[in-house]
């Protein structure tokens, strides 16, 4: 779901001969389409008047029915991220890889070098148009696996690749081109406050800053389009926000960021925060994010969401808009709306309005539902696209208006608690029903999609393999989100967090080859730790970052039994904004104890400290830790950055990694 800085990513928008699924060109594609910041007023004021000469155009075209009637299609967009087989960890290698395979249009970069998007050909929404979606995207899939073997690295599909490190999302592993660094620059433009911030809390707690956009990379999606007519935009619209919630809480697949369990589907949260250019205020005003569900209803047309958008969000870049739209429109020339279509690419909405041009010349109307994460399997992610497609169309069949139903708050309000709690959620439904997602699942969703994938004469085989993937997962109580987070809390208890994490992505890995889909995989285990290699460590993946610390004033009695408690040998010592400005050493203050003998005179931290310890940088590699340790014969190093105390090294934690290469050297 990475950031876009062309316009719209549609599959539409590339022509295809009808019924034969062959491309013939791209009218408007990622890698052509020119988008640059905009550098001064004149440059705004062009830019803008197109935008508003493109909403006035598609005003004429929706009001004297310009738009296509004829077949409807389908499409998706498959985002991965790039393994080093070694380690499991992030490879940075994706424009040497797209070198490699260059004959491929149909493969694309993504905002961080270890991203790839694969575009799929649309289908015609009937017979085997999802069989053939699930082909193409196995066949293309094996094409770059194939081909990232001479990098001794593999795709891996998740919808947070849990080896990812805060050091990945660093701009020098941005994708080299100009329209990622313009969109990061006009991002950071935008920026009220001094740093983008994430906060998300799940079993465990994320906070922290970042001094880029970048942070949104660490998402990877399965972006499904369904094409609709400019009539029924409306209603399909709202269905598609009532079906949010309950798809993505079964599809669930993103738990984990940084080492944290999260939210069932954090990335809806990490994409949220990552860009978001807002910042407290002591006031009350209220300012939207980028990235959003939506305020309210559709009540009119497609173009209620435009021109939203376009009042809330000032212009992020500009492109080089050539064609007059209103012109166009009195030659009667459909236009490609290449101003508003860039304006689109920079607000995120989950259910994002699509616009594109049919073969046949006349413009189309899509729904692109960014929800679905990548993952756990190709068949999965089909079997989520199946869903969701069948239930759009079976909700059509059987709803006059679903705004009748429920209301737009708890629409609003099952969409959070859909992404905190995946499948565990518990919904507000049609009339104020309570029900939780699993039998949501199964009573209502399932049954629609059945009827909407009828309607539309799928083969009666694909939507049976489809939706058996849904009630089967639904049924276990079990999707990607719950099975790695099991998983992951299982591995932490028999090992390191950094080893854990790697064991995890590589039981994602083989799973994944294996086809078998996600609800069905076995909990992984320690003894397949081929591919954990501690000397590749650095010292922000196995230092501590759960501990205790005094202050200068503390008596050093309050120290003693503290690290009694804690059953530590070393305690750090900072100020009141968290800088390290000392170290107690048990050995110190056994002898201070020993000598003390007036119980009415109270020794100080600040009296026994040391006061310039060793530090190391959280960068620093595990074998640089070593060598400080050895050189300076310390048996604890504080972790500084910018003077800052953010972890602790003891030689209790290479004892552990020293016990875990003994155990499976000796296996």
């Not at 293309?140 to 990945?168: C, E, H, M, Y």
């Not at 100009?178 to 991002?187: D, I, P, S």
């Not at 870049?317 to 009667?332: A, F, G, R």
Request: aromatic share 8%; with cysteine.
């Amino acid at each position: 779901m990475a950031l876009k800085s062309y316009g719209n990513p549609d599959f539409v928008d590339i022509h295809i001969i009808q019924n034969k699924n062959i491309y013939l060109e791209k009218n408007f594609t990622m890698g052509e389409q020119k988008v640059s910041l905009v550098e001064d007023s004149q440059q705004m004021n062009y830019f803008i008047r197109a935008l508003l000469n493109d909403v006035r155009a598609l005003e004429h075209m929706l009001e004297n029915e310009w738009f296509n009637k004829d077949v409807m299609h389908i499409g998706a967009e498959q985002e991965m991220a790039l393994v080093d087989l070694k380690n499991y960890k992030p490879a940075t290698i994706a424009m040497e890889a797209m070198e490699t395979m260059t004959e491929h249009k149909w493969l694309e970069t993504e905002l961080a070098k270890f991203n790839l998007e694969i575009c799929l050909t649309p289908q015609k929404f009937e017979g085997d148009c999802l069989s053939n979606m699930h082909k193409e995207i196995s066949t293309r899939l094996d094409v770059i696996s194939g081909n990232l073997k001479q990098f001794d690295a593999d795709i891996l599909l998740t919808g947070i690749l849990p080896t990812l490190r805060k050091r990945n999302l660093e701009l020098d592993h941005l994708t080299p081109k100009k329209r990622y660094y313009a969109l990061m620059e006009g991002m950071n433009r935008q920026l009220i406050g001094s740093a983008f911030e994430l906060r998300l809390e799940g079993i465990d707690e994320l906070m922290l800053k970042h001094d880029s956009p970048l942070l949104e990379a660490v998402n990877t999606s399965f972006q499904v389009h369904l094409q609709v007519t400019a009539s029924e935009f409306v209603k399909m619209y709202n269905i598609s926000q009532a079906l949010t919630a309950p798809v993505m809480a079964i599809a669930a697949n993103s738990p984990i960021v940084f080492g944290k369990r999260l939210w069932h589907e954090s990335r809806i949260a990490m994409f949220q925060q990552a860009i978001d250019t807002r910042t407290t205020h002591n006031h009350m005003r209220e300012r939207s994010p980028r990235v959003n569900f939506g305020n309210k209803w559709l009540d009119d047309s497609i173009l209620e969401i435009y021109k939203e958008d376009i009042s809330r969000f000032r212009v992020l870049l500009s492109s080089d808009v050539t064609e007059d739209s209103l012109e166009m429109i009195k030659k009667e020339v459909t236009p490609n709306l290449r101003a508003l279509q860039v304006h689109n690419s920079t607000v995120y909405r989950w259910n994002r309005p699509c616009y594109g041009i049919s073969p046949n010349g006349k413009p189309h109307l899509r729904i692109e539902n960014r929800v679905i994460p990548s993952g756990p399997t190709v068949l999965d992610e089909m079997a989520n696209a199946a869903l969701w497609l069948g239930a759009m169309k079976g909700m059509d069949q059987s709803l006059e208006d679903i705004r009748t139903k429920l209301s737009f708050a708890d629409a609003r309000d099952n969409f959070i608690k859909a992404a905190k709690y995946g499948i565990d959620s518990k919904f507000t439904w049609f009339n104020d029903k309570k029900i939780s997602a699993c039998d949501l699942i199964l009573e209502e969703l399932v049954p629609a999609a059945i009827q909407g994938l009828q309607y539309m004469k799928v083969n009666q085989a694909d939507i049976d393999k489809y939706m058996n993937v849904i009630i089967e997962r639904a049924e276990k109580h079990m999707n990607g989100a719950r099975w790695q987070l099991r998983s992951f809390t299982k591995l932490k208890e028999e090992t390191t967090q950094a080893e854990a994490l790697t064991i995890l992505a590589h039981s994602i890995h083989i799973n994944q080859k294996s086809q078998i889909p996600g609800h069905l995989w076995e909990l992984p285990t320690i003894d397949n730790t081929e591919h954990w290699h501690p000397q590749d460590l650095i010292v922000s993946e196995f230092m501590q970052t759960d501990f205790q610390t005094v202050q200068k004033g503390d008596i050093i009695e309050f120290v003693a039994e503290l690290m009694d408690w804690q059953n530590v040998k070393f305690t750090p010592v900072e100020d009141s904004k968290a800088n390290l400005v000392g170290l107690v050493a048990s050995d110190k203050l056994i002898r201070e104890f020993a000598k003390k003998s007036n119980p009415d005179t109270f020794v100080t931290v600040e009296e026994i400290m040391i006061k310039n310890p060793i530090c190391i940088d959280p960068e620093a590699t595990i074998q640089d830790a070593m060598k400080l340790m050895n050189e300076h014969n310390v048996d604890c190093l504080p972790v500084v950055q910018h003077d800052e105390l953010i972890g602790m090294i003891t030689e209790k934690d290479f004892i552990g990694i020293s016990r875990r290469l003994i155990k499976r050297t000796a296996s």
